[in-house]
Every structure is written in structure tokens, then in C-alpha cells.
């Protein structure tokens, strides 16, 4: 089997937004697969059953396995870490941007649509993974910087802080993200 990517987006985001082009676009050109799924958002919408719903199609199809690299942004590392935890699944590596469980107070939209995502168990995802990589910023206005530093205390072999990135989205100019290419 060879190397495979998925770049999987965050609340209230879509496969085409943030720096995702830009990813997918660098590893298609490198001549490896990759898959960007559009996972259902909004309240109502956006859960942890509707979302394993749409994996579970990838895995079954036999696209998720010990050579895949899975990226995610946001509420996407704490979702797939339950995912992988649940269905004991092994991965190659997981690349976590902004990373963050447990944690309500963004706004009641986004804390009705994240809370199904949390797990208590969160460490075990190191069970599942070769590498963790998590990128986090120290001034995120949606997430606060000791939530995130939780979350990469408890799962990360390797973490990048990049100082002063928001939440490494578009919003603070990451149409592109460089620093994440050495780490594919």
C-alpha cells in the first residue's frame, strides 16, 4: 500500500477553506492521494455520529490504514482521535493544527456542534499513531492558548508553536501554510 493523505476541516468550515487547497494541491503534486472530505456543519448537523458516518465510507472503501497521514484542523484532531481510539485503528501519522478537547465557551453555536467530539480518554490516541505533530499559536481568539497546550501535552511527539497565528486559518493569512510541509 502506498502513503495517503486526508486533510479533514473544522466546525463551521468546508474542504476549500483555510490553507486546504494549498495542502492538497502540494501532496497531489508530489503524485500521492489525497482526500479532503466535506463534512456536514451547523447545529443539527455537525456531530460525532454524522461525521463518523462519513469516515467509516473511507475506511470501508480501505483508504485509512497504517501508511495514511491524517491532517486536522481545529475541532478536526480531537474528532479523529476518538475515531481512531473507538474503531482501534492505526494510522501512520496524525498532523494536529489548533487542536483542543473539552473545552466550551467559544459560543453556544460552536460549543452545540463540538461538544459530541470530546473524549475523556484523549492520550490513548498515541496508541494509534507513529507521530503526532500539533501546530498551536499562543494568541487564538477562538480557543484559549492553555486549551490548546493541554491538548498538546497530552498527545503530541513533536509540537510547533507558531507565535502570533490566530487560529492558523485565513482569517490571520493562512491562505498557504509552509511550516506544516517539512512534517509530511
Do not use: R
Amino acid at each position: 500500500m502506498k502513503n495517503n493523505y486526508f486533510i479533514i476541516h473544522g466546525s463551521f468550515s468546508s474542504p476549500y477553506s483555510n490553507w486546504f487547497n494549498f495542502l492538497h494541491d502540494f501532496i497531489a503534486d508530489d503524485g500521492k492521494e489525497v482526500y479532503v472530505p466535506d463534512f456536514p456543519i451547523g447545529v443539527g448537523y455537525q456531530n460525532y455520529d454524522n461525521w463518523t458516518k462519513l469516515l467509516k465510507y473511507y475506511l470501508d472503501l480501505g483508504l485509512i490504514n497504517e501508511t495514511t497521514t491524517i491532517i486536522g484542523h481545529s475541532i478536526a484532531p480531537v474528532f479523529i482521535s476518538k475515531f481512531l481510539i473507538e474503531n482501534k485503528l492505526k494510522v501512520k501519522k496524525l498532523i494536529f493544527v489548533c487542536g483542543f478537547n473539552n473545552y466550551f465557551g467559544i459560543d453556544d453555536e460552536y460549543d452545540a456542534v463540538n461538544g459530541s467530539m470530546y473524549v475523556d480518554n484523549i492520550e490513548d490516541v498515541k496508541n494509534y499513531a507513529n507521530e503526532i505533530i500539533c501546530f498551536y499559536s499562543d494568541n487564538d481568539p477562538y480557543v484559549k492558548y492553555e486549551v490548546e497546550k493541554e491538548f498538546v501535552n497530552k498527545v503530541a511527539t513533536d509540537s510547533i508553536l507558531i507565535k502570533g497565528a490566530g487560529h492558523i486559518n485565513s482569517e490571520t493569512g493562512y491562505d498557504t501554510f509552509e511550516e506544516i510541509v517539512p512534517y509530511l
